[in-house]
């Protein structure tokens, strides 16, 4: 399991994350985490149709916006070594640091294993509403596999957790 935390430097002030404009190209870069690219290397613009336009190495790529449903948020995390501490409450029920217990798992418990996976932390470094998925001089269609991938992600977030629709979490736990 994995708990999104804010940076162990940040925990304590009120200061949000920065927000950030994560960029899908349609092509293989072996790099990956934040680069300094100037505005000569990577200038998103817009043209008199109102597309985003950019160009990267001298190729003419186009931007189809895809936008952050508003019932969920994107983040940006870093994988980190620490873990979440377990407790144990008065009644002997095991818990993580929020208060929440881990949920039931009796196939585990049958076969004697420990069955306690620790909870690793990743870092939120940043935050974002918007993916523009680029496409080379052409803008993205509806069914290209990253637009239809996070429309689909999406789609189905909501079928599993019951949020989305006007529907609040708390709507779907009572329910449930």
């Known amino acids: 399991m994995l708990s999104i935390q804010p940076p162990s430097s940040c925990a304590s002030s009120s200061?949000?994350?920065?927000?950030?404009?994560?960029?899908?190209?349609?092509?293989?870069?072996?790099?990956?985490?934040?680069?300094?690219?100037?505005?000569?290397?990577?200038?998103?613009?817009?043209?008199?149709?109102?597309?985003?336009?950019?160009?990267?190495?001298?190729?003419?790529?186009?931007?189809?916006e895809v936008r952050v449903h508003k019932d969920y948020r994107g983040v940006i995390v870093r994988q980190t070594e620490r873990v979440v501490p377990r407790m144990t409450q008065d009644n002997g029920t095991k818990t993580d640091s929020s208060g929440m217990a881990p949920p039931e798992?009796?196939?585990?418990?049958?076969?004697?294993?420990?069955?306690?996976?620790?909870?690793?932390?990743?870092?939120?470094?940043?935050?974002?509403?918007?993916?523009?998925?680029?496409?080379?001089e052409q803008v993205p269609a509806g069914d290209d596999v990253f637009v239809r991938g996070m429309e689909e992600w999406f789609g189905f977030a909501e079928a599993m957790h019951g949020v989305g629709a006007g529907r609040a979490p708390t709507d779907a736990k009572a329910e449930g």
């Open 15 to 64: 200061a949000s994350p920065p927000k950030f404009t994560p960029n899908i190209l349609p092509c293989r870069v072996n790099a990956s985490g934040p680069v300094s690219a100037s505005k000569r290397f990577w200038n998103v613009e817009s043209d008199e149709k109102g597309r985003k336009v950019a160009y990267f190495r001298g190729r003419k790529l186009l931007g189809r």
């Open 105 to 136: 798992d009796d196939e585990e418990e049958e076969e004697g294993g420990e069955g306690e996976e620790p909870m690793k932390v990743l870092e939120e470094i940043g935050n974002f509403e918007e993916v523009i998925v680029w496409g080379h």
